[in-house]
């Protein structure tokens, strides 16, 4: 196969070999875990093992895993736990991935109450606005830990500390997407209720993911039948997903520390090549090594993306979600300007893929060069 050079992890990444070899293997061991002889009760031990087990990974023996198909409908499941009566309202930022954003919008067009917290200039949730933003009134609030479009981190024990100082009873949801083998996660130390993972952003499969939910808290099924999933979602267990998310996470949470080194790295040596040739940016955010989001002036951020595919490098403008919608919300939150949007790339890096990141850079800096020639030269006809 001819070499490929992925940059848009943040999208999905590769599945680990391991991965791929569970899934074949429960091809063979396909029993279903609902039925009575030992092949099969030994597929559902195997399922709540995983359970048990990822829980674990997060620091949430505190709660339980509710396995769902992403991360999509753990955040609407999420979002559907909250029964909003009259005078009672949800918050979510800006920011969030439309998962979230977008199931908020429906629920304000049933007649919920939602409330909205800005971004600062770094990307990052504003915790001064909460003070304003949440009340005794807040059923519910729901941010992300880190942003898919500009990798910036959202500081979850201080938003939840002060959320729940304000009112106690509040609910706080985060997805935890982009944070999950990057970050260390400890669901009892950040004191958060819900906490939405996906498998396929950290080399696990794709159409698996799950709700951690704190002891405690009852959640409303979203889909009804057979009673699998202790009753919140029914239908027949994904057991190869499920198996293949739990060896994904065990592996990525094991070299936490060593992939981030790796990261960091490859984000410095194709930077300092951008930086050499010249290339100016606005950095959208720096805390994150794993997503490195760029405003260029005078380029097109698709423009790049497609002309990078002769060279078989592929990144990205935005999130995969929102990539083809140039009224970028996160993008405006942060203060970028039409023109800054539109000259947005995002790159995102995998411990887990090597490259040549100096030659890499060198190739990207050279297009945008050229690029940036070529547009001007049009604006100038
Ligand atoms: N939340 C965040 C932050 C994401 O980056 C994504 C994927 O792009 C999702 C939710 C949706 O994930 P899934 O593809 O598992 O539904």
Redesign the pocket.
């Known amino acids: 196969m001819e070499r490929i050079v992925y940059l848009d992890n943040?999208?999905t990444t590769k599945p680990f070999d391991e991965v791929c070899k569970i899934f074949c293997d429960c091809q063979t061991n396909f029993y279903n875990p609902s039925a009575l002889y030992d092949v099969a009760v030994s597929t559902k031990k195997k399922i709540e093992s995983a359970r048990t087990h990822i829980a674990e990974l997060l620091g949430g023996e505190n709660g339980r895993i509710v396995f769902t198909s992403?991360?999509?409908?753990a955040?609407n499941m999420a979002l559907n736990i909250v029964k909003f009566r009259e005078g009672k309202d949800l918050v979510v930022s800006v920011g969030e991935?439309p998962?979230i954003y977008e199931k908020a919008k429906q629920m304000e067009r049933t007649g919920v109450k939602v409330l909205y917290i800005p971004l600062d200039s770094n990307g990052r949730v504003d915790i001064n606005a909460l003070d304003n933003i949440i009340t005794k009134n807040t059923l519910l609030v729901s941010v992300?830990m880190v942003s898919?479009e500009t990798g910036a981190i959202n500081d979850i024990k201080s938003i939840t500390k002060k959320a729940k100082q304000i009112n106690p009873n509040i609910l706080v949801h985060v997805?935890g997407?982009?944070a999950v083998g990057k970050i260390k996660i400890d669901l009892m130390d950040l004191g958060v209720d819900l906490f939405?993972i996906?498998a396929?952003?950290i080399h696990g499969p794709k159409g698996i993911?799950a709700l951690w939910v704190k002891d405690k808290i009852n959640i409303v099924p979203t889909i009804y039948g057979g009673g699998q999933e202790n009753g919140y979602r029914s239908g027949t267990e994904n057991v190869a997903g499920i198996l293949a998310f739990d060896y994904a996470l065990t592996k990525v949470v094991k070299d936490l520390k060593e992939n981030l080194k790796k990261v960091e790295n490859q984000r410095n040596v194709l930077l300092n090549q951008l930086n050499l040739h010249g290339i100016s940016y606005k950095l959208n955010s720096s805390d994150s090594p794993y997503i490195l989001s760029l405003s260029i002036p005078g380029l097109r951020g698709e423009v790049l993306v497609h002309s990078l595919e002769k060279y078989k490098i592929y990144l990205s403008t935005g999130?995969?979600?929102s990539s083809k919608k140039p009224d970028n919300r996160t993008m405006i939150a942060i203060g970028r300007t039409p023109e800054e949007i539109k000259g947005t790339i995002r790159i995102s890096f995998s411990a887990y893929e090597e490259y040549d990141m100096q030659e890499v850079g060198t190739t990207i800096a050279k297009e945008i060069l050229l690029l940036q020639k070529k547009i001007k030269g049009i604006k100038n006809e």
């Open positions: 943040a999208a992403g991360a999509t409908e955040d991935h998962a992300m898919n997805d997407v982009q939405t996906s396929h952003k993911g999130s995969a979600c």
